[in-house]
Nanobody
Framework: QVQLVESGGGLVQAGGSLRLSCSAS????????IFWYRQAPGKQRELVAS???????NSADSVPGRVTISRDNAKNTVYLHLNSLKAEDTAVYYC????????????WGQGTQVTVSS
């Protein structure tokens, strides 16, 4: 089965940056679309960005210019660069992998906490 492990979260001051990593294992992980979601306390989980097997990316309207998603297939890792962080970016960030040939998240990691202090 596909397994995803997030890392790189932590405490950062407003205006700072973080690079989150999603280490993937299992069958055909490099053939899957990978998503980054986040969920803040009391809020619904929301999509932050996604990247296809071919490297095509999308980001949410709320974070253009502040989020960059990339993947290194040689390392089976997807990265999420968070820049110019704001207090409202505080959330648990999750990566997810799609079923091959699909565009919906199927497998989820346990998340990594990002806390932005003002």
């Amino acid at each position: 089965q596909v397994q995803l492990v997030e890392s790189g979260g932590g405490l950062v001051q407003a205006g700072g940056s973080l690079r989150l990593s999603c280490s993937a294992s299992g069958p055909s992980v490099n053939s899957r679309t990978i998503f980054w979601y986040r969920q803040a306390p009391g809020k619904q989980r929301e999509l932050v960005a996604s990247i296809t097997r071919d490297g095509r990316t999308n980001s949410a309207d709320s974070v253009p210019g502040r989020v960059t998603i990339s993947r290194d297939n040689a390392k089976n890792t997807v990265y999420l660069h968070l820049n110019s962080l704001k207090a409202e970016d505080t959330a648990v960030y999750y990566c997810a992998a799609a079923i091959i040939g699909d565009s919906r998240p199927q497998y989820w990691g346990q998340g990594t906490q990002v806390t932005v202090s003002s």
